[in-house]
């Protein structure tokens, strides 16, 4: 079982940056695989990106590549979500979520565990 805190949404000006965490706790496993997704209103669930734990290798979706970063702190259980050069369309609840797995994926189906959510507004 693995749980999911995530943190560090917020209203930022077209441009700006924010920097999102998800601290994973419970029992945890080495081939244990971290994605991003983020949900507009009427919209749905798209993939963000996505990282493994112990090796480090990272999927981005087209639409976020140059601009987000994912990188992890073992030390902290801890993945981080970096989003520079944030648009409007950007707007949206963002979660991380987990498998045990040692492949990234970009199906949320793949994915039985899930954050809470945290929102992020991109607006003037």
């Known amino acids: 079982q693995v749980q999911l805190v995530e943190s560090g949404g917020g209203l930022v000006q077209p441009g700006g940056s924010l920097r999102l965490s998800c601290a994973a706790s419970?029992?945890?496993?080495?081939?244990?695989?971290v994605g991003w997704f983020r949900q507009a209103p009427g919209k749905e669930r798209e993939f963000v990106a996505a990282i493994n734990w112990s090796g480090g290798r990272t999927n981005y979706a087209d639409s976020v590549k140059g601009r987000f970063t994912s990188s992890r702190d073992n030390a902290k259980n801890t993945v981080y979500l970096q989003m520079n050069s944030l648009k409007p369309e950007d707007t949206a609840v963002y979660y991380c979520?987990?498998?045990?797995?040692?492949?990234?994926?970009?199906?949320?189906?793949?994915?039985?565990?899930w954050g809470q959510g945290t929102q992020v507004t991109v607006s003037s």
């Open positions: 979520a987990a498998r045990n797995a040692v492949r990234t994926s970009t199906a949320s189906s793949e994915y039985p565990y």
């Open positions: 419970g029992r945890t496993f080495s081939n244990l695989n």
